[in-house]
């Protein structure tokens, strides 16, 4: 069974960057035919998609975000990691890491997620 | 903001059945496949239904999706007090080149 681990720290300061890393274990990151992503929640809010990236390289950001964020993959460790710059209190949310399932060519499921982790930007 | 928009919350007696709605546009919903996400806050989101209508291995047959133009739809049929929680739909938006989700729905069982 699939499983992904969220990791990092819990409180970064504003103006500061925001780095957090997905442990996956159960199953390669360099599986063809799955992306990986990064989802978060703001407090009383709704799932807002940050990015998602393949192995190999690919990868697409919320347009929203794109000057901010940062996600690569290391195949060694089968990680992979968010980097969101310049965070500011609206930056406040948990965290998922999740894989995204392309098989068949068209990506629209995100079907085993974390359970995520808290990061306050506070100072 | 969400392009995808869902009621609040719906609500039904154990044994009952509800429906969520998930209404968006022709650059994601009409022209793409959906899924259905359930959320307990604390835990990982679980995929309940993904290409609009097919379940993954595991969910019971008491959960259905459907589509139809520009809006989705997830049903819950004979209602348990473990289906409590908060449910999101979710695909890709063409247009805005992003994975888009809905504004979630919260499950009461009364």
């Known amino acids: 069974q699939l499983q992904l681990q969220e990791s990092g720290p819990g409180l970064v300061k504003p103006s500061e960057t925001l780095s957090l890393t997905c442990s996956v274990s159960?199953?390669?990151?360099?599986?063809?035919?799955?992306?990986w992503g990064w989802i978060r929640q703001p407090p009383g809010k709704g799932l807002e998609w940050i990015g998602s990236?393949?192995?190999?390289?690919?990868?697409n950001y919320n347009p929203s975000l794109k000057s901010r964020v940062s996600i690569s993959v290391d195949t060694s460790k089968n990680q992979f990691s968010l980097r969101l710059s310049s965070v500011t209190a609206t930056d406040t949310a948990v965290y998922h890491c999740a894989r995204l399932n392309c098989v068949g060519g068209s990506c629209y499921t995100f079907d085993y997620w974390g359970r995520g982790t808290l990061v306050t930007v506070s100072s | 903001q969400s392009v995808l928009t869902q009621p609040p919350s719906v609500s039904a007696a154990p044994g009952q059945k509800v429906t969520i709605s998930c209404s968006g546009s022709?650059?994601?919903?009409?022209?793409?496949?959906v899924s259905w996400y359930q959320h307990l806050p604390g835990t990982a989101p679980k995929l309940v239904i993904y290409?609009?209508?097919k379940r993954p291995s595991g969910i019971p047959d008491r959960f259905s999706g459907s589509k139809s133009g520009t809006s989705a739809t997830l049903g819950i049929t004979g209602l348990q007090t473990g289906d409590e929680a908060d449910y999101y739909c979710g695909t890709w938006d063409s247009s805005l080149s992003a994975y888009v989700f809905g504004t979630g729905t919260k499950v009461t069982v009364l």
């Open positions: 290409d609009n209508n």
């Open positions: 990236m393949y192995y190999s390289g690919s990868i």
């Open positions: 022709s650059s994601n919903i009409e022209n793409n496949y």
């Open positions: 159960g199953g390669s990151i360099s599986s063809r035919n799955y992306y």
